[in-house]
């Protein structure tokens, strides 16, 4: 086996040894210092390379740039002195799961292919597949729904109150590029985003429960929200490898994660740059292939039914084998039809059979926006009822009385 070895670091003292002790392995074939990040990545995207040696000062070093390099298949490999503890922490919290120790230089090439283990031909690797791995404890439910508004927040947030009802632990995640609403609609007027904040957090490697936890806003004794973007220019600082973190750590945090995203489904954006391109849809995508399970909401009308279907057919092309409910929105006498035909159309398009109808209230929900509360924590209504089904459905959890979210502290 033969390899071709970046090299990244910054000057560092190791790296003229490392070029010298590489260049004369027998079983290294090509080795490239890159000058930075930028460098780096670019190079690795070319397909070239198997592994890449990093340095811990290296700038500009985070967990995006780790994470672009698995999805190029180079594997990363940190340098530390041997026993420096608080380096080798750095490197496993940007995701670098591999170390070498520098005073052992002359047998770099040895722990290179150790480290990639790759065989001689390797067969695709499906990206999404490979990134959907539960590291926590948690169950994630994905909210999502076509563009023209269904309600995908207003249901993502009636299955978090619901499932905060039962005394389940549960946190909401506002990760829509386009429009986070949450929130607004429970009137949290946050200076900073806390799905930001989080990010950058996450990029420097210092995300984890407790700092998680000093993002997200406690609105019930048993709900928390990780708020979205008050601006929707602001999504390029939420990237792939930041939002892979955050949900990985929301999953050790709550035993029931909802997360709210965005319409877009389209990742050829990549095809209108040169270099590596910033990608606002990405953080939708991989809430939808790290999710157990998605909620697809679609509106009952006839232009909400039509964008519902195609959307679920294009929700199974881009993640094969989705668990995908379909929910349909805003029922109401004046469309004509029922839900037996609703139901029947939609089972003919995509094969599937929607868990539940939820009528047009607007006025609970306007009730609801207006109080800064869920539809839970005020009166009783149909909305509120049918969205207890579809938590009953898609969670498995029955409404508790008397409800703790209406103890929620003003």
Same mark, same amino acid.
């Given at each position: 086996?033969?390899?071709?070895?970046?090299?990244?670091?910054?000057?560092?003292?190791?790296?003229?040894?490392?070029?010298?002790?590489? @260049?004369?392995?027998?079983?290294?074939?090509?080795?490239?210092?890159?000058?930075?990040?930028?460098?780096?990545?670019?190079?690795?995207?070319?397909?070239?390379?198997?592994?890449?040696?990093?340095?811990?000062?290296?700038?500009?070093?985070?967990?995006?740039?780790?994470?672009?390099?698995?999805?190029?298949?180079?594997?990363?490999?940190?340098?530390?002195?041997?026993?420096?503890?608080?380096? @080798?922490?750095?490197?496993?919290?940007?995701?670098?799961?591999?170390?070498?120790?520098?005073?052992?230089?002359?047998?770099?090439?040895?722990?290179?292919?150790?480290?990639?283990?790759?065989?001689?031909?390797?067969?695709?690797?499906?990206?999404?597949?490979? @990134?959907?791995?539960?590291?926590?404890?948690?169950?994630?439910?994905?909210?999502?729904?076509?563009?023209?508004?269904?309600?995908?927040?207003?249901?993502?947030?009636?299955?978090?109150? @619901?499932?905060?009802?039962?005394?389940?632990?549960?946190?909401?995640?506002?990760?829509?590029?386009?429009?986070?609403?949450?929130?607004?609609?429970?009137?949290?007027?946050?200076?900073?985003?806390?799905?930001?904040?989080?990010?950058?957090?996450?990029?420097? *490697?210092?995300?984890?429960?407790?700092?998680?936890?000093?993002?997200?806003?406690?609105? *019930?004794?048993?709900?928390?929200?990780?708020?979205?973007?008050?601006?929707?220019?602001?999504?390029?600082?939420?990237?792939?490898?930041?939002?892979?973190?955050?949900?990985?750590?929301?999953?050790?945090?709550?035993?029931?994660?909802?997360?709210?995203?965005?319409?877009?489904?389209?990742?050829?954006?990549?095809?209108?740059?040169?270099?590596?391109?910033?990608?606002?849809?990405?953080?939708?995508?991989?809430?939808?292939?790290?999710?157990?399970?998605?909620?697809?909401?679609?509106?009952?009308?006839?232009?909400?039914?039509?964008?519902?279907?195609?959307?679920?057919?294009?929700?199974?092309?881009?993640?094969?084998?989705?668990?995908?409910?379909?929910?349909?929105?805003?029922?109401?006498?004046?469309?004509?039809?029922?839900?037996?035909?609703?139901?029947?159309?939609?089972?003919?398009?995509?094969?599937?059979?929607?868990?539940?109808?939820?009528?047009?209230?607007?006025?609970?929900?306007?009730?609801?926006?207006?109080?800064?509360?869920?539809?839970?924590?005020?009166?009783?209504?149909?909305?509120?009822?049918?969205?207890?089904?579809?938590?009953?459905?898609?969670?498995?959890?029955?409404?508790?009385?008397?409800?703790?979210?209406?103890?929620?502290?003003?």
């Amino acid at each position: 086996m033969t390899l071709s070895v970046l090299i990244a670091a910054g000057g560092a003292s190791w790296e003229s040894d490392a070029v010298h002790v590489l @260049e004369h392995a027998a079983t290294v074939t090509h080795v490239r210092r890159c000058v930075d990040v930028l460098d780096l990545v670019a190079t690795a995207a070319s397909g070239q390379a198997h592994a890449a040696l990093l340095s811990v000062d290296l700038p500009g070093l985070d967990t995006d740039v780790v994470h672009r390099l698995v999805e190029a298949r180079v594997t990363p490999v940190g340098f530390a002195e041997s026993g420096d503890g608080p380096v @080798e922490a750095r490197f496993e919290a940007i995701g670098v799961r591999t170390c070498a120790d520098t005073g052992g230089l002359d047998r770099i090439d040895d722990l290179v292919i150790a480290a990639t283990a790759l065989p001689e031909s390797v067969e695709p690797v499906d990206a999404g597949a490979f @990134e959907r791995v539960d590291r926590g404890t948690g169950r994630m439910v994905t909210v999502w729904g076509p563009t023209g508004a269904p309600g995908r927040s207003t249901v993502a947030l009636g299955l978090a109150a @619901e499932s905060a009802d039962t005394g389940t632990p549960t946190l909401l995640v506002d990760a829509d590029t386009y429009g986070g609403s949450v929130a607004q609609m429970l009137a949290v007027l946050d200076e900073v985003s806390g799905i930001l904040a989080a990010a950058r957090s996450a990029d420097t *490697g210092s995300l984890d429960l407790a700092d998680l936890t000093r993002h997200v806003r406690q609105v *019930g004794p048993t709900l928390r929200v990780l708020t979205g973007m008050g601006r929707a220019d602001r999504w390029p600082q939420l990237r792939v490898g930041s939002f892979d973190r955050i949900l990985e750590v929301a999953r050790e945090m709550a035993p029931v994660v909802i997360v709210d995203v965005g319409f877009c489904l389209e990742s050829d954006e990549e095809l209108a740059y040169d270099t590596t391109a910033p990608r606002r849809n990405a953080a939708t995508l991989r809430a939808l292939e790290r999710s157990d399970s998605v909620v697809a909401v679609g509106a009952a009308d006839p232009l909400g039914l039509t964008r519902l279907t195609r959307g679920v057919h294009e929700l199974r092309d881009r993640v094969p084998d989705l668990d995908v409910q379909i929910v349909v929105n805003r029922m109401r006498d004046s469309l004509g039809w029922g839900r037996e035909q609703i139901a029947s159309t939609i089972e003919r398009f995509t094969g599937s059979v929607p868990v539940a109808f939820l009528p047009h209230d607007q006025v609970a929900v306007d009730r609801a926006w207006v109080d800064g509360r869920t539809l839970l924590e005020g009166r009783d209504s149909a909305l509120r009822r049918a969205l207890g089904d579809v938590a009953s459905a898609v969670l498995g959890t029955a409404a508790v009385r008397p409800r703790a979210m209406a103890r929620r502290r003003r």
